[in-house]
């Protein structure tokens, strides 16, 4: 406790270290299949859980596809790297070819999807009359909306020929298994990557209400296809019927794990969920009214109290800054903190990658708007342009990890000490 900034770091690294697919994947496994087995995925996770599987399993056939830098050493699968949150033409490829993988397989063969966070946007098959650049503007434009991730990727998998359970299809009659990695609050498999293997009941008119709710602009030709049936497989499709999804790691046990680290140390800790949502600004000014509150009321000696919470937050973004929604938490935190002694924050997210900066969050404290101040730098303005990443890194607090090789979505820790 007398280093907060190292302990809310220690914190998250265990958080991290948790969901490694290395340490927990091999126990959701069952024996090798015999005959034919292929693996396919998609996700930041997804080359680390197939390093897992062939751990386990020996070299085995298959393709999965990862965020550049997320690769890892197979033995037989094939790694290949894509772009994310924007798709790009080497995505698409490697979707088609994965597609072409499962095409012709039978009821005695097994496919193994390993499925994260990220996939939406790896696994990239636009639907027929709309381009890839077509699919990236959209992309594009949803991430700057502020639309929650769940409505985000009911549109994705309406402009998708393998999102919405169409991906578990192409590989029927095979038997399949699916291993998740949930990235998004509620754990609904269907909304992890868009869903590639689990059905959907949603329509277009669901998809339109998407664009029209959170005024996305889209070309005429992502309209046009939006007024033709898509292929989302229905639940009760039989294509789906040799399926099965199964969350093997969950932003739940992550924040279990800290939080039994901070109980350890003495901190009495306070659960705020694992599922939050909301605008990145307006979940900051909340946490903070209630830091300062429990601030006011702790006696001097008294246990320091630790808030933890998960879950995705959004940017609705209209200034020309960098800023994920963990660092815009972090610096509309310390904003309405402003100063107050005592209090320390960290958010990063799990995977390494805060929005499109290669920085996984940022940590604040009492000295955080000081340092600001010394630098000349006004934090309302940073803010106002959605410049969080460039606050922190001219006036110090990010939190840079690198790939972590999971994906088990946002991590905030906030400590009040006496």
């Not at 094939?78 to 039978?106: K, S, W, Y």
């Not at 990658?353 to 600001?372: K, S, W």
């Not at 690198?402 to 979505?409: A, Y």
Request: hydrophobic share 50%; glycine share 12%.
């Amino acid at each position: 406790m007398d280093d907060p900034p190292h302990f809310l770091r220690t914190l998250f690294d265990k958080a991290v270290e948790v969901a490694d697919p290395m340490r927990s994947l091999a126990a959701h496994l069952p024996p090798k299949p015999a005959g034919r087995v292929v693996v396919i995925g998609a996700g930041k996770a997804s080359a680390r859980m197939a390093e897992a599987v062939e751990a386990a399993w020996g070299p085995c056939e298959g393709l999965v596809i990862t965020r550049y830098g997320y690769a890892r050493p197979c033995q037989g699968i094939e790694i290949v790297e894509a772009a994310h949150p924007v798709p790009d033409q080497a995505g698409a490829e490697a979707t088609a070819r994965m597609l072409a993988l499962l095409q012709g397989l039978g009821e005695g063969d097994f496919v193994l999807a390993l499925i994260s966070g990220g996939a939406s946007a790896l696994l990239i098959a636009p639907v027929e009359g709309v381009t890839l650049a077509e699919k990236q503007a959209v992309n594009a434009a949803l991430l700057a909306s502020g639309a929650p991730i769940d409505r985000m990727n009911t549109l994705r998998k309406h402009l998708s020929r393998v999102k919405g359970g169409q991906l578990a299809a192409a590989a029927y009659p095979a038997r399949m298994l699916a291993l998740m990695i949930s990235d998004v609050p509620g754990d609904d498999p269907a909304f992890i990557g868009s869903g590639p293997t689990v059905g959907d009941a949603s329509t277009a008119d669901d998809a339109r209400a998407v664009l029209d709710r959170w005024q996305v602009a889209v070309p005429a030709s992502v309209r046009a296809a939006l007024s033709r049936p898509t292929g989302v497989i229905a639940p009760g499709d039989i294509r789906l019927s040799r399926t099965e999804n199964r969350i093997y790691a969950a932003p739940a046990q992550s924040l279990a794990a800290a939080a039994e680290m901070a109980r350890a140390q003495g901190c009495e800790v306070r659960l705020l969920g694992d599922a939050l949502e909301g605008e990145a600004r307006d979940v900051a000014a909340d946490m903070a009214r209630q830091a300062l509150a429990i601030r006011a009321g702790l006696a001097p000696g008294a246990a320091p109290v630790l808030l933890l919470s998960g879950g995705e937050l959004t940017v609705t973004r209209t200034g020309e800054g960098v800023g994920g929604p963990n660092a815009e938490f972090c610096l509309a935190l310390a904003i309405a903190l402003n100063g107050a002694p005592g209090i320390h924050a960290l958010a990063c997210d799990t995977d390494g990658v805060d929005g499109a900066a290669e920085v996984a969050g940022a940590l604040i404290g009492p000295e955080t708007l000081a340092r600001a101040r010394a630098a000349g730098i006004d934090p309302l303005a940073a803010l106002a342009r959605n410049d969080a990443h460039g606050f922190f890194g001219a006036v110090g607090g990010q939190v840079v990890t690198g790939p972590t090789l999971t994906n088990v979505n946002d991590f905030r820790a906030i400590l009040i000490q006496a």
